[in-house]
């Protein structure tokens, strides 16, 4: 028979697993109950094939591609930039660094998770713009590059974290076999133990894309806030974020049609980060099996 305490400890964990259901069960239905009085305005196939994002324009449009493109392009700059220097980062702290240094690096290193994304967001306004500029010649104020590197900053902890835990979790036989065939410390690690671990860098991936995908303050400060459908990096853009943040501000009547588009958007990039979460936990899922 269970104790008194061991009761009141299960039905805790009980309520607390419950309001993050029904949490998570709300915010679907705020985004799908807003976003159909949308749809019901707004046709879907205008929606997704429309080039021009100007609901608060006197010449409205409501294609989401412009938000998708400034979406995209600044995620592929930030993974481009963290991906290599992430992986590299979690090859050396499992593979080559000392035991001692790896455990006083590693807390280090994820300190750059604690930075808040609006110091991020100015440091890449007033750091990596003019830094660009000097290089890029006509390089405007805001662009997509530089909220992309500075994005992919800020993700490289996330990736080389979890990647080395994945790395970590190898088992020592593994990498002995590999010495006892005669490779060298660089062919273990990149041919044998970066293969092995190979989903568990891959979901630190999409899990990190999930990450720069919704996030806000250096888009909106850094990126520029124009909708405009392009994927040169040195064009000022619009992240479906960004979007959100400028009409939450307040300047839009609640409840017009132009302030209903923040959950068109955001459904959005729930539907996106819902996808991309699902996959890196199948991926997850079938590594352990894997290995199980």
Do not use: C
Not at 77 to 83: C, G, H, Q
Not at 111 to 137: D, M, R
Not at 169 to 185: F, I, N, Q, V
Request: a neutral charge.
């Amino acid at each position: 028979m269970k104790n008194t305490g061991e009761k009141i400890i299960e039905g805790a964990l009980a309520f607390s697993g419950l309001i993050t259901i029904l949490t998570t069960l709300g915010i679907i239905w705020v985004l799908v109950s807003e976003s159909f009085s949308f749809f019901q305005v707004v046709s879907v196939s205008d929606f997704i094939t429309d080039t021009e994002w100007t609901p608060l324009f006197t010449q409205k449009h409501y294609g989401i591609l412009p938000l998708l493109a400034g979406t995209f392009l600044t995620t592929a700059i930030a993974i481009l930039t963290a991906m290599p220097i992430g992986i590299s980062i979690a090859v050396y702290l499992s593979e080559y660094a000392p035991k001692n240094f790896r455990k006083s690096i590693k807390p280090a290193l994820e300190v750059l998770a604690a930075v808040p994304t609006v110091v991020y967001g100015f440091f890449a306004l007033t750091v990596v713009t003019p830094f660009l500029q000097s290089i890029i010649p006509g390089l405007g104020s805001f662009n997509a590059l530089s909220a992309g590197l500075v994005m992919g900053i800020m993700i490289i902890p996330m990736i080389s974290s979890l990647s080395e835990d994945a790395l970590h979790s190898l088992p020592k036989s593994l990498r002995e076999a590999s010495y006892g065939m005669g490779a060298t410390r660089f062919q273990t690690a990149f041919k044998v133990a970066v293969p092995a671990a190979s989903s568990g860098i891959i979901v630190s991936i999409i899990l990190a894309i999930a990450r720069a995908i919704g996030e806000t303050m250096i888009v909106a400060i850094a990126a520029g806030q124009q909708p405009i459908l392009t994927l040169d990096p040195r064009d000022a853009v619009e992240t479906i974020t960004a979007y959100i943040v400028q009409v939450s501000l307040g300047d839009v009547p609640h409840g017009s049609l132009a302030y209903k588009t923040i959950f068109a958007a955001g459904i959005t990039l729930f539907i996106f980060t819902f996808i991309l979460n699902n996959i890196s936990f199948w991926i997850k899922k079938k590594y352990q099996e894997k290995y199980d």
